[in-house]
């Protein structure tokens, strides 16, 4: 049986790396969060996505941001249904929403 050796000169993609080094981070890989990112308009519509915005998904737990107290009230009451959209469309598998709302500028 011969091993394959490895030689440290040996090129490794840097989707490889970048996809190990997330997961180290965040336990949360690029495409789970490209995902979320670049199918969130997709994933919940257009309406919400002008006033809700993901700015985290780490572990499971998405954190998004509305931009008034209305927005998160009704993130809250649509949090399954989104859930479940991001599943269908980005493939990527929610736990929890955490909603806060967006300081004034």
């Known amino acids: ?9 040996d090129p490794i ?5 970048l996809d190990s080094m997330m997961k180290s ?13 670049g199918r969130w308009d ?3 519509g257009d ?12 572990q499971g737990v998405l954190t ?3 931009e008034d107290p209305a927005w998160a009230t009704q ?12 599943a269908a469309v980005a493939e990527v598998e929610i ?3 955490d909603v806060r709302v967006a300081r004034p500028r």
């Open 1 to 9: 049986m011969t091993a394959t050796v490895r030689r440290v000169a």
């Open 13 to 17: 993609p840097i989707t490889t790396s």
């Open 25 to 37: 981070l965040r336990g949360t890989d690029r495409i789970q969060i490209g995902g979320v990112f």
């Open 42 to 44: 997709e994933a919940v």
């Open 47 to 58: 309406d919400l996505a002008r006033h809700v915005r993901p700015v985290r998904l780490d």
């Open 64 to 66: 998004v941001e509305a």
């Open 75 to 86: 993130v809250k009451f649509l949090t399954g249904e989104i859930i479940g959209r991001l």
């Open 95 to 97: 736990e929890r929403i």
